[in-house]
């Protein structure tokens, strides 16, 4: 089945880079109608959608995050990475990858477990 794994440093320094990967198992990232997305949730807030790679390289991202966010893939190891620059405290989350459908009105129909990461000195 599809299966995707969070793994990176959990804590992070601010100002500091932050490297977090998606192993994806189960499924191909380059399998056609899915995006493959990064998906953090601070305390207290809700989900807030990062960016997302589709099965042909295309990358989006949250223009809110765009200057300061990489998503990446490795095909060769089907991974999907994420780089978040000039971190702050407020990067403090939960960081999800999730596939997601592309169709009108497709959902994320799988999540990884999600990965804590705090930014702290």
């Known amino acids: 089945q599809v299966q995707l794994q969070e793994s990176g440093p959990g804590l992070v320094k601010p100002a500091q880079t932050l490297t977090l990967t998606c192993t994806v198992s189960?499924?191909?990232?380059?399998?056609?109608?899915?995006?493959w997305t990064w998906i953090r949730q601070a305390p207290g807030k809700g989900l807030e959608w990062m960016g997302a790679v589709d099965a042909e390289g295309g990358i989006s991202y949250d223009p809110s995050l765009k200057s300061r966010t990489a998503i990446s893939r490795d095909t060769s190891n089907n991974q999907i990475s994420l780089e978040l620059t000039s971190t702050t405290p407020e990067d403090t989350a939960v960081y999800y990858c999730a596939r997601r459908a592309t169709a009108v009105g497709g959902g994320f129909d799988h999540w990884g477990q999600g990965t804590q990461v705090t930014v702290s000195s």
């Open positions: 189960g499924v191909s990232i380059t399998t056609d109608y899915y995006y």
